[in-house]
């Protein structure tokens, strides 16, 4: 199997050097190829993909990112390189751009207690949110100021309506939700198949249906189209807020949650904090042909090079990855050598009230696996 790396930005680069090593410690029949991303390449070259790193993946079985940098549009032009700069060139995160232009539909989130000691207060929990990963609110249609025609259509409801105070486009910005049935039905056949693999009989669907009418009518008409095919498992839809708030007092009672993009984001991270933080947090993005995999904690630039971060998320992120591909075995070694560590206490990172560094918990997990 080929897999194209791309450490990234930051503590992206820390964790993909130290947690590499378990692939050897393994002896997984495994290539791996280095490719340049992130905000590095957009000062220099103008993009953080580079056409090569599109053929590298192109030409690989899948890929592990690091972590990416990403910054609002006037800071990204600001910090281009002179020759680059007013030259029109846009920011797009990495990130949009992986899972857009590889049609990677579907953001694995796995949400599990990781500790052994749980008290009646703290049970034991093992879920997984699904997030839309290509519409919804994070579609790209998001725009300031409000194009012509669609100002001139906001003003005939607010005629009906609403007191929105705008006498020109400048007055207003506006961001549309776009849910298509292509992309949703793909994303509840996925979650559905994943639903009957692991015997999971109840899945959520979170969203605002009873303010969204409209959209939220459309996706409720799809889940009973496609659950159809899927007789033996329940659909409940939820509100979002209900189910967030449920995700803390009891995340026992879940097994599988889905949303459209931008309520999976705010799930997925809760989710993380109710793990015990981003250092644990892993995820895949997976689509019809390719797919990536990459630990959601970020970049966090200020810690680079400190050799404090936890490597946890990473290690999971390949048990993931290997899972996905059919290392098995070789999955679930390394997800139980990040719980023992974890578990004993004796090297963990500060986050996890520990005194060890980075290098010495990644080197504590792979001698486990």
Known sequence: MKIAVLPGDGIGKDVTEVCLPVFEKLSLPIELYFGDLGWEFWKKEGTPVPERTWQLINECDTVLVGAVTSKPQEKAEQELNKELQNSGLKYVSPVIQLRQRLNLFANIRPIYSIYREKSQDFPKFDFTVIRE????????????????????????????????????????????????????????????????????????WADKPNVMRSSGQFVLDLIKEIGKDYPKIECEVKNVDAVAMWMVKKPEQFEMI???????????????????GLGLAASANIGKNK???????????????????????????ISMMLEHTGYLDEANRIKKAVFEVINLRKCVTKDLNGSATTIEMAKSIIERC
């Open 291 to 317: 797919s990536y995999f990459e630990p959601v904690h970020g970049s966090a630039p200020k810690y680079e090079g400190k050799n404090i971060v936890n490597p946890s998320a990473m290690f999971l992120t």
């Open 258 to 276: 889905i949303c459209e993009n931008q309520f999976g984001d705010i799930l997925s991270d809760l989710g993380a904090g109710i793990m015990g």
């Open 133 to 204: 990963n290509t519409e919804g609110l994070y579609a790209g249609l998001d725009f300031y100021p409000i194009p012509n025609k669609l100002y001139e259509f906001v003003q005939k409801r607010h005629s009906i309506q609403h007191a929105w105070q705008m006498k020109k486009p400048e007055d207003g910005a506006i961001s549309c939700r776009l849910i298509t049935r292509d992309g949703l039905c793909r994303l509840l056949r996925y979650s559905y198949e994943l639903a009957q693999k692991k015997g999971i009989k109840k899945i959520i």
